[in-house]
């Protein structure tokens, strides 16, 4: 940063005492056809793992997808919590984890396209 109002962001590695999972819930996804339109849903659940022996604060952050044609929609259904910047399809929890402490967050977001469409990257 050139000024002192600027903040620089940084990684300092991986952390193994500390495990993060994401993945999809199939359980929690679908698919519908309605007017022509396919929406699907995704729910995705992130498990954070503390296995040090003193607590830990930390930030999670992760995304959302976002359209950039206006045949595509979507929406953020469950934001799990998070702090949410819908310019960037940003997520962003402050969570703190007790030692051995497990603890999940989930999100859910639906993309509406033309059926004749193929969406990727969802």
């Not at 995704?42 to 359209?67: C, G, R, Y």
């Not at 997520?91 to 030692?99: G, I, Q, S, T």
Request: proline share 3%; glycine share 6%.
């Amino acid at each position: 940063p050139q000024l002192i109002s600027e903040y620089l962001l940084l990684s300092m590695g991986v952390d193994e005492k500390v495990g993060v999972k994401r993945y999809k819930l199939d359980s929690e996804c679908n698919t519908a056809f309605i007017s022509g339109k396919k929406t699907e849903t995704f729910t995705w659940e992130i498990m954070l793992h503390n296995k040090k022996s003193e607590a830990v604060t930390l930030s999670l952050l992760d995304q959302f997808p976002l359209a950039h044609q206006e045949a595509i929609e979507i929406e953020l259904i469950n934001q799990g919590g998070a702090e949410v910047t819908e310019e960037f399809g940003k997520l962003l929890w402050d969570l703190e984890l007790a030692p051995n402490e497990i603890k999940k967050v989930q999100f859910t977001y639906s993309v509406k396209h033309p059926g004749s469409k193929r969406v990727a990257g969802i």
